[in-house]
């Protein structure tokens, strides 16, 4: 950089440059013009920094500069670095003065906003943070924004979860820059922005943000092509910040904040009679919608559909409340109106005529349900976890079995590991009692249930980026899965990410589906593995996306044996009097197949075959024919519902247990079975013939041939010995293969897991 003599202060502008081409002219200009304008308090100097630019902005700025610039101290380095975080850090390294401005490409600065910013600055003996006081959006859309101080006894620095209250565009002591430096954030690790990053990790700090009176932005909102639309387009989220995991960093802000109002000995500047009359209106009609809210809600609060109702009633009053019917701070201060037609001389399209006034929005950040909702959540969280299992709930259900079961394998391998597991889904979860007392059960909270699917996602994506367990494990979560889909990139950051997979269901007209397979594609790439308990997914997953082997693991799931031996089976002939008494136990769902249950035992009784179906299970609310039928059909015994494992249906009672599903993974209800030494009747699905075969039990090659399965049931009945050998045979491989020790084992070889 050239030389320059300096006045009391000095300043470098940074500005940061990628492919603007000549969207930078305006800019310059804007730049040049301030710094005149500061000629005799401040000396300052420019320094642009290009971050893999085209050729052809390159070549124009080089061009460019010097002409708009003239005298005025300026270099330009190129820098390879494909993140603007990291090349505002190079602006701040290489910059000479004692106070740095950040400035954008596209963006232009008011006339006295380097000569008032300065002054401000260093009228503070503390490190602060300088902001221009209105920012102007225009081109894509005509926004006002007035910057809120966070020292405003009515900022709320818990919001600052939700929006980001204040632009890149500041002024600050060099030193504050270098003290906390911007973070990466590149594109392809889905996180941003980085300078939202930067102001929670300052205030987090104790430095505050504040707008210079009188100052003012000019923001470039491009129809296509800008970072910001880039990260609104690719769900970008929040970089880690310590401000976002802690709540008492914000609540302190906000004590401080009303202590300084309740102690003040001067009154708060109030807005003038016409804004206030406005106010007065706007509130009148917001107190009307909250009236009318609270009726609602004495009327339908218990209705199922109430909590989505809810959330569109919240956002109708924020957009009331911020309608065009005027800026919720007061009239327009004519200096920015002044600064306003000025401007159009730099940057035509930049105005305030009546039409552009007319159709602006104004832009003031309220905390919402969003803001309540994350807090509450990381407050329910509390510290950060080792391990984070998202999970839709903990009921009576094989996969919640498979949780309880990875639980105590990591407590087992870490005995001071912290373990949470957080409900997705409303309802109750029965199993979270079984839990172990030193593991925290959390759901989310209510509310979020009546949130936008789009607003849950980025609530729990914020919440588990910023908690940054070492371990996230995804079980069965809907959300769960979608954020995954949106933000695996920014998880893998710094967690490690898992699934547990157990099969693809079909819907009626046969295709294949779960959760899982969505947004497989967009995060498969930054999870570490996917356990399953049944080598069939992983075949299924392989072939049809070609992914290597190394990225599954195949955890077969443990049985506890029974706590009681069952008791010795004799080899009995099976008659009218002695039938083969057959078990099925299921939930009653499509999946399950009751009509083909119905088949078998109808074709069964034709046959004259000595057998009894006893079946157990229920429906939820949507109950189709065959689940009523069966609760009627001559030719089986309904039992009723049960609760808990196998083992409350006394299975020495039975000589087999029977399968008629259409998809499954490996069911632990046939692993139960075999540790009373019961044989399975199964169809040929999912892995179900990886436990089912000719030495452990009967195997049919289509869910949905009643007749193979009735052919089964008659070489049973030929051949009571082959039941009982293979019964035996079920049991010892249940010992083998799915001992508490076999599995411990299997997950304690994935280092990347539980070390």
Not at 274 to 283: D, E, N, Q, S
Not at 452 to 460: I, N, S, W
Request: aromatic share 8%.
């Amino acid at each position: 950089m050239a030389d320059s003599v300096t006045p009391d202060r000095t300043l470098t502008a940074v500005l940061n440059l990628h492919r603007e081409l000549r969207l930078a002219y305006p800019t310059l200009r804007s730049i040049e013009r301030a710094i005149r304008a500061a000629e005799g308090e401040l000396a300052v100097d420019v320094l642009i920094v290009l971050d893999r630019p085209d050729p052809a902005t390159e070549e124009y700025i080089r061009d460019a500069a010097p002409r708009v610039l003239g005298d005025i101290p300026h270099d330009i380095v190129v820098v390879d670095n494909g993140d603007l975080g990291l090349s505002r850090n190079d602006g701040v390294r290489l910059a000479r003065g004692e106070f740095v401005a950040m400035c954008d490409g596209d963006n232009m600065v008011s006339l006295d906003w380097f000569r008032n910013a300065v002054a401000f600055v260093a009228a503070h003996e503390e490190p602060v943070v300088a902001h221009p006081e209105y920012i102007v959006s225009f081109d894509a859309l005509d926004v006002l924004w007035k910057i809120v101080s966070s020292r405003d006894p009515q900022f709320d620095a818990l919001a600052l979860a939700e929006d980001n209250l204040w632009d890149a565009t500041c002024i600050a002591r060099r030193q504050t820059f270098v003290d906390v430096p911007y973070i990466a954030t590149y594109a392809q690790t889905g996180t941003g922005p980085e300078d939202w990053q930067w102001n929670a990790e300052t205030l987090a700090k104790g430095i505050d943000h504040l707008p210079v009176p009188g100052t003012s932005l000019f923001y470039r909102i491009k129809r296509v092509g800008s970072l910001l639309a880039r990260h609104v387009a690719g769900a970008a989220m929040l970089p880690h910040s310590v401000y976002f995991a802690d709540r008492s960093i914000p609540e302190g802000i906000n004590a401080r904040n009303r202590g300084a109002l309740v102690g003040s000995a001067e009154p708060a500047s109030r807005p003038g009679v016409g804004a206030r009359v406005k106010g007065l209106g706007r509130r009148a009609v917001v107190q009307v919608a909250k009236t009318g809210f609270r009726a609602v809600r004495r009327v339908v609060g218990g209705h199922p559909q109430f909590p989505m109702v809810q959330e569109e009633l919240r956002e109708l009053v924020w957009r009331v409340n911020n309608a065009r019917g005027g800026a919720p701070w007061g009239d327009i201060p004519d200096q920015l109106r002044e600064e306003w037609r000025a401007m159009h001389r730099i940057e035509p399209h930049v105005f305030p005529e009546k039409r552009t006034l007319a159709r602006m929005q104004y832009y003031a950040p309220q905390r919402s349900v969003f803001t309540d909702v994350y807090w509450q959540l990381v407050d329910s969280v509390g510290a950060t976890p080792d391990y984070l299992f998202v999970v839709p709930w903990l009921r009576r259900g094989g996969a919640d079995k498979v949780i309880l079961n990875y639980v105590r394998a990591i407590l087992e391998a870490d005995t001071d590991a912290r373990i949470v597991v957080l409900g997705t889904e409303p309802g109750e979860s029965e199993w979270a009692s079984r839990l172990p007392a030193e593991v925290s059960f959390v759901q989310v909270p209510e509310a979020f249930h009546g949130m936008q699917p789009e607003r849950q996602d980025r609530v729990l994506g914020l919440a588990m980026t910023q908690l940054a367990p070492r371990i996230i494990h995804l079980v069965n979560s809907n959300v769960g899965y979608r954020v995954y889909t949106k933000n695996s990139a920014a998880l893998a950051q710094r967690s490690r990410l898992f699934l547990s997979v157990f099969c693809i269901d079909e819907t009626e007209e046969g295709r294949l589906t779960h959760y899982m397979l969505k947004g497989l594609r967009q995060y498969m790439e930054h999870v570490d593995a996917v356990f399953t308990d049944n080598a069939d997914i992983v075949r299924f997953l392989r072939e049809t996306y070609d992914y290597p082997e190394r990225e599954f693991a195949v955890h077969y799931q443990p049985v506890d044996p029974p706590e009681l031996e069952p008791r010795a089976r004799e080899v009995r002939p099976f008659t009218a009097d002695e039938p083969l008494r057959v078990l099925w136990a299921a939930r009653f769902d499509r999946q399950k197949r009751l009509d083909v249950l119905l088949d078998v035992a109808r074709i069964a009784s034709e046959r004259g075959l000595p057998v009894e179906f006893h079946v157990f299970g229920s429906a939820g609310i949507e109950v189709d024919s065959a689940a009523r039928e069966v609760t009627r059909s001559s030719h089986v015994r309904y039992r009723g519902a049960f609760d808990g494992g196998l083992e409350v249906l006394e299975p020495d009672r039975y000589d087999v247990i029977m399968l008629t599903s259409q998809w499954e993974g490996l069911p632990n209800t046939i692993l139960e079975a075999a540790t009373y030494e019961l044989p399975a009747l199964a169809p040929r699905v999912g892995g179900v013939a990886e436990f089912v075969g000719p030495a452990t039990g009967y195997i049919v090659e289509r869910f949905d041939d009643a007749a193979a399965y009735v052919d089964q049931i008659a070489s049973m009945v030929g051949d009571p010995e082959g039941v009982r050998s293979r019964g035996r045979a079920a049991r010892e491989l249940v010992d083998e293969r799915h001992s508490w020790t076999a599995f411990a084992r299997t997950v304690r070889e994935r280092d990347s897991y539980t070390v």
